[in-house]
Structures are given as C-alpha cells and as structure tokens.
C-alpha cells in the first residue's frame, strides 16, 4: 500500500526518525536504541516512512542502512510554500479592510 506523505510525517515518533536520518544513514537498531518503543514498533515507523519513498534502504554486508530521501521531502516544503503565499494573501486582504476601517472612521 503507497502511502501519503503527510500520514508520514504526522507522528512525532516518525519525524524524530527522519530527523535522525537527515543527519546520518543508521541500521534499525540504531534507531531503535534513540526511543522507549519496541525495536518492532520502531520497524513499523521505518516501514511507513519506507511506503512514502522518505527513506530509502541500502545492504551493507548483512545489515540494512536506512537513508533519508530529500528529494521527497520537497514536496512537504512545496506544500507548504504554497500554503504560506495562501496566509500571506488572506493577511494582505485582512490588512487592507482594515485601512479602509481606519479611513472611514477618520
């Protein structure tokens, strides 16, 4: 099942996960080890993120390294580039109602 990115990122267990990876590639024991949770719950987080294309695995000998995938996190950053020109029109609306408030009582 492909998932969508934002179901990715909307547990903090799996933003602290890609936040480790954005720094370095790590096996999942590795990662588990940063958490309180079961290293099974920790593989159901990666495999989610694994579903989203956010981390990509790579095998080295006989451990798996789980790397982040920038690129994909583009789309989160277009998304949310695009919401925040959204706010800053609705804001410029909201601004100018408020001169012409301002102006009528005057």
Request: glycine residues 0%; contains cysteine.
């Amino acid at each position: 099942m492909r998932r969508d990115i934002f179901q990715a990122i909307a547990d903090p267990t799996r933003r602290a996960i890609i936040m480790l990876l954005a720094v370095q590639a790590m096996t999942p024991n590795a990662i588990a080890e940063h958490f309180n949770s079961s290293r099974q719950a920790i593989s159901k987080h990666i495999q989610v993120l694994s579903e989203c294309a956010l981390v990509s695995q790579e095998h080295q000998g006989r451990e798996i390294y789980y790397h982040l995938n920038a690129d994909k996190m583009r789309e989160i950053e277009k998304w949310i580039e695009e919401f925040r020109k959204l706010l800053a029109k609705r804001f410029e609306q909201l601004d100018d109602v408020l001169a012409q408030l301002k102006t009528k009582k005057k």
